[in-house]
């Protein structure tokens, strides 16, 4: 039987998830105090037990048709015990019939591996999103005094929107986010990671970057800026003020393939760009 999930179903849902996914990193309780909801978790259940399930959140595409619904899968999982059955083939074919009941235009998701693009490229998905990345060494770069950083806060969202808007812009499909959804990966930056940073030249939002700790540096998940100045004047705030060597900064680029989409219309979308979804 295939089902969204109640209330009810919590504790058998985070035992499967922890199975699939196990953390360390405080994520897993973060995401299911703060963002799980039981309405959009998929499940299939066998003599009343939870073989696999998968989380259609609901997102926004800016695309050259304007802007339009999507679902975004999480999270899509099967227990060991219970896989090569078929069963995320039945869940992923439900979640398209649901997605085309409510008049949304695709499906979207980001394989945790890239063997998984294969998986899903027979379910209709095609390689969409794509990143660049790129390594920052702090020594050398010199910024004017009128150059700061500054936490983000929930209060710099419309902004921030704004900047992300920009730099998407051409990007030809782009996930966009609501305050809530900004406001999510705030919180957990500053919660689990290093941070949420903007730059300002005087009282302008140049750049930003939503940064984690690694064992060599830090990663900027995501930055980006309005030129190339601001973008390499944040990485060398960052690096001095969190003392860290370096930074791989991941922003707007084709170099590679993030996330796939599946359009119901068949629309062909090869450029587009993905990021901070809980990925």
Known sequence: MIRFAHAQDYPEIRRLWERCFPDSSGF?????????????????????????????????LHTVAGTEQATYIYGACTAPEARKRGYMAQLLER?????????????????QEEWLFGFYQKYGYERTFYVKD???????????PAVKSRPLTCDDIPVLDELYRRAT??????????????????????????GAYALHIGHEMKAY?????????????????DDAESEINLCGIL???????????????????????????NRPVTQGYINLMFN
Request: net charge negative; charged share 15%; glycine share 6%.
């Open 209 to 225: 970057a939503f940064v984690w700790e690694t064992e060599t540096g830090a990663w900027a998940q995501e930055l980006l800026a």
């Open 134 to 144: 790129q390594d920052v060494a702090a020594c050398g770069i010199a910024m004017p």
């Open 239 to 265: 690096c001095r003020e969190l003392d860290k060597p370096n930074m791989r900064i991941t922003k707007v680029g084709m170099q590679t393939a993030l996330g796939c989409a599946k359009f119901y219309d």
């Open 95 to 111: 979640s398209f019939m649901l997605d085309q009941e409510a008049g949304r235009a695709a499906s979207i998701l980001i394989p």
């Open 28 to 60: 897993n309780p973060y995401f299911f105090e703060y963002v799980f909801q039981p309405g959009q978790a998929l499940l299939l259940e066998q003599d009343h037990t939870l073989c696999a399930m998968l989380q259609m959140l609901p997102y926004q």
């Open 169 to 194: 812009g051409n990007a030809g499909c782009a996930v966009l986010r609501t305050p809530m959804q900004w406001q999510r990966q705030i919180e957990m930056f500053q919660a689990l990671g290093l």
